[in-house]
């Protein structure tokens, strides 16, 4: 889930003002990696009934769980104040940022969610009239949009915005790019949480365990 996150949907993080969503991506990654490491250790200490080996392993266990569960935490939390945020963000990088030489990614970002959700803008496809990009004297007075709010994309069919030639969608890609990011983070959340009950499972075996080998050496 966090690779996923991370790789397929990088593009669409850089909307964004706020790290929460990466950084629950980039924790659930770091406790997946941690999980399959540990786990040859409490196999081993198991077998063998090592009880200084299953004491780190469950010190190991219980901050792995915590991970976990503050992914899931931070991503349920986010979820409710992401709205006002991808609406200035969005809108910023649009009129500012879209297609100057120094944010050749952010641009890239932008032509590939218009593309991917079908849409124009960030709250309808008039938003790129205040654009630097189409404002330069390069473009001015020829293109209204981006190449890449065209239905067909090809070069400079952003000259025309009729309804035939550009997505108009109701909202613009905000509305979208929204939903898109909520049911993301609510994934991410209930990956997090669920995952981390099985741990806390786990964590409770493990210490009974260590606790019986304790119980046993005193007898």
Known sequence: MGLWTLLEKSSYISFLANSTLSVSAYILLFAGAVVMITGFLGCCSLIREHKTCLSIYLAILISV???ELAAGVLSYM?????????KESLNETIVHNYGQ???KDVTYAVDHLQQDFRCCGSTSYED??????ISTAEYSGHRKVPDSCCKTMTT????RDHPSNIYKTEGGCITILEKFIQEHLLLIGAVSIGIACFQLAGVMLSACFLHILYKEEKE
């Open 156 to 159: 400079t069919c952003g000259e």
């Open 128 to 133: 790129w009239s205040y654009s630097l990009y």
């Open 65 to 67: 769980y915590t991970a």
């Open 101 to 103: 030489p120094e944010m």
């Open 78 to 86: 986010y979820y409710e104040t992401i709205s006002e945020e991808l």
